[in-house]
């Protein structure tokens, strides 16, 4: 199964390319070139799909394209989830049928290519997908881990709001995006003319505009956050500033705002994380240490994935000024202000312990107890 995963997102990759190729093949500037370097070309975008980068005097490449990335990992784990492998040892051998043919290509990319860090990404692309197929089988025994056989309620909650915290997150970041989608659609539909695409060159757009998806809704995030985003050397933004440049004829960046907007987008991931807090912190059983020991560890987690998310959606985009494109280094900060703060202080507040000491303090200061007010009965 893991061959069969291999196998289909590499020939989806590289047939495309070649199909892209061939309606251009007799035409003066793809003149000398064959279909062995149209398949070269789609074998470059797997390996890219797994972090390897061009690199040259007067060009680099490495964003990567996640939703490859991820589209990959989906098809890997639902084969091996279908396979139902029955120990650690068989699901082992189906990853290694994936990763060798992997190594493969990522071998045949280095021609052109800098493969070193696809090799490692490719290990922790494997470990995760081990993981998540693990978890559903029925050897997968956590008492191994944890003595109780399943997680301590506090790193359990821990988990439980990163997670919903990065969904509303992401939603939140999709309607922006969407909205930036419409208000740059005339614009976006001026380069996509200018660049006229024959039918294949357009499917190969949109595929690529989705390969990048996760990486835009990312941006999108960092943009609502505050501090916003660069593409290329002295290029900001962001809802209170935009410091333009020339930009390459890319449809997706007519999507950025023409001037700043205001800060006003900033209140959404606030409202977004008081929301949330609100929603998380009265629905669980545990004690108010507890809960503040998740809630630390929740945000230890949040600085951690930000750092990391903001490192993988950056990248090079082509020589020159655009060397470095992505969020800005103080988005990680921001996001745990912005996100995590009014997100910790809410399910805090809204803890049972602290509704209850905030009611004793307020029978206190009134000197009336709520509780022991009379009350009339009316029998209709």
Known sequence: MGFQAWAISWAVLVLLAIAVWTPSATTPSEKGTKWSDALAVGNAIFAVAFRAEFSSETMRFSLTPWGFTLLMGLLLAASLRTAKPSNP?????????FLIPCWGCLC?????????????FSLCFAAVVFFAVARHQTWWNLTAFFPEGEPWPWLSLAGRC????????MVLSAIFLVAGMFTGWEQMRTIWIGLKPDALGSVAMVLAILAYLPTLLVWGAAWITG???????????????VIGGDLPPVPVLAWLPDGPVGWWPLIFPVLLAIGLGLYLGGRHQLELADTALSLALFLAGLLLGGLLIV????????????VNVGPLGSTLYAGVLAWGVPFVVTALLNHPWTREATRRFAVRVSGKNPQALPTARIDL
């Open 162 to 169: 990163l997670r919903v915290l990065a969904r509303g997150g």
């Open 89 to 97: 040892a068989a699901l082992g051998w189906g990853l290694a049928a």
């Open 227 to 241: 501090p916003g985003i660069t593409l290329g050397q002295g290029t900001v933004f962001s809802p209170g500033q």
């Open 108 to 120: 045949f990319a280095a021609i052109s290519l800098v493969v070193w860090r696809a090799v490692i």
């Open 311 to 322: 490192w993988f959606v950056s990248g090079s985009l082509g020589p020159g000024r655009l």
